[in-house]
């Protein structure tokens, strides 16, 4: 997100890790790039807890927004190395 050209104009954006938005050091990125991305669709991947500063964003600037929660299909595994 810290690389996002916000001149140019995009049929469907993806900002992954959306959580970082409220990251203090980073987290200027993510609301550059959210709040500045020209496209059609934006698809948001991230924690559940940035849901609802997301949807106070959304009601801010008059976008629609809609909530699609997923199930991990395989439990994350760590490896033992």
């Known amino acids: 997100v810290e690389m ?7 049929d ?3 900002i ?7 990251d203090t050091n980073r987290g200027w990125a993510w609301s550059r790039a959210l709040l500045s991305l020209c496209a059609n669709e934006i698809h ?3 924690e559940e807890g ?3 500063l997301i949807t106070e964003i ?3 600037t008059g976008d ?13 595994k760590s490896s033992n190395e």
Do not use: K, M, T, W
């Not at 992954?16 to 409220?22: K, N």
């Not at 629609?64 to 994350?76: A, Q, V």
């Open 16 to 22: 992954d890790e959306i959580q970082l938005i409220q």
């Open 64 to 76: 629609e927004l809609f909530i699609h929660r997923y199930d991990r299909l395989n439990p994350l």
């Open 12 to 14: 469907v954006a993806v």
């Open 44 to 46: 948001l991947c991230g």
């Open 4 to 10: 996002l050209d916000s001149s140019q104009f995009y």
């Open 58 to 60: 959304c009601n801010h």
């Open 50 to 52: 940035s849901v609802d």
